[in-house]
T-cell receptor, first 115, second 113 residues
Framework: AQSVTQLDSQVPVFEEAPVELRCNYS??????LFWYVQYPNQGLQLLLK??????LVKGINGFEAEFNKSQTSFHLRKPSVHISDTAEYFC?????????????FGAGTRLAVHP | EAGVTQFPSHSVIEKGQTVTLRCDPI?????LYWYRRVMGKEIKFLLH????????ESGMPNNRFLAERTGGTYSTLKVQPAELEDSGVYFC???????????FGEGSWLTVV
């Protein structure tokens, strides 16, 4: 079975500061990795995904994440955040075998960007 | 191209009543999923359709929940009778093929009072 741990439930940060949202996963099989974002009063939006290839993945809105297989981590980073990045961020995995996309989510991290 | 659409966006019902949530996937997407997030918990998988067939319904919490996808297009999720613990956000999602990116709708926020 797979599981996802988002180590921080809330992350406060000042505008233009860098941010890292941490995600660790456990799985006995190979997985795909995702970050989704939910802005206030909106649905889930895909930020980025890792399927294979380069371990550094770039997504929308200036976010990037690095897949580290040895540490089973997929941390999300942005070098300079904006007020508009205030949202809840979800890390998720899905197993590769069987061609099936059932997502296992972490509990979410609320990013609060302050002026 | 229209995204995944869900209706209603918000619903407040009394305990014991019935609610039906509807999801229209992205056109051409055979795979349709239902997820939900109850208050303060993780987003959890409920079930997965491939066209009109239920591929996996292992996440359905109990027999008060019934999902259908007649004709392999839109899907409905009925909760009957609703209980207080059913309150939360119900997300629908779709993907073109298994192994492709899953796209989520904006969710149906259900409050049972």
């Amino acid at each position: 079975a797979q599981s996802v741990t988002q180590l921080d439930s809330q992350v406060p940060v000042f505008e233009e500061a860098p941010v890292e949202l941490r995600c660790n996963y456990s799985s006995s099989v190979s997985v795909y990795l995702f970050w989704y974002v939910q802005y206030p009063n909106q649905g889930l939006q895909l930020l980025l995904k890792y399927l294979s290839g380069s371990t550094l993945v770039k997504g929308i809105n200036g976010f990037e994440a690095e897949f580290n297989k040895s540490q089973t981590s997929f941390h999300l980073r942005k070098p300079s955040v904006h007020i508009s990045d205030t949202a809840e961020y979800f890390c998720a995995v899905s197993k590769i075998s069987g061609g099936y996309n059932k997502l296992i989510f972490g509990a979410g991290t609320r990013l609060a960007v302050h002026p | 191209e229209a995204g995944v659409t869900q209706f209603p966006s918000h619903s407040v019902i009394e305990k014991g009543q019935t609610v039906t949530l509807r999801c229209d996937p992205i056109s051409g997407h055979d795979n349709l999923y239902w997820y939900r997030r109850v208050m303060g918990k993780e987003i959890k998988f409920l079930l997965h359709f491939v066209k009109e067939s239920k591929q996996d319904e292992s996440g359905m919490p109990n027999n008060r929940f019934l999902a259908e996808r007649t004709g392999g297009t839109y899907s409905t999720l009925k909760v009957q009778p609703a209980e207080l613990e059913d309150s939360g956000v119900y997300f629908c999602a779709s993907s073109q093929d298994q192994g492709n990116t899953i796209y989520f709708g904006e969710g149906s926020w259900l409050t049972v009072v």
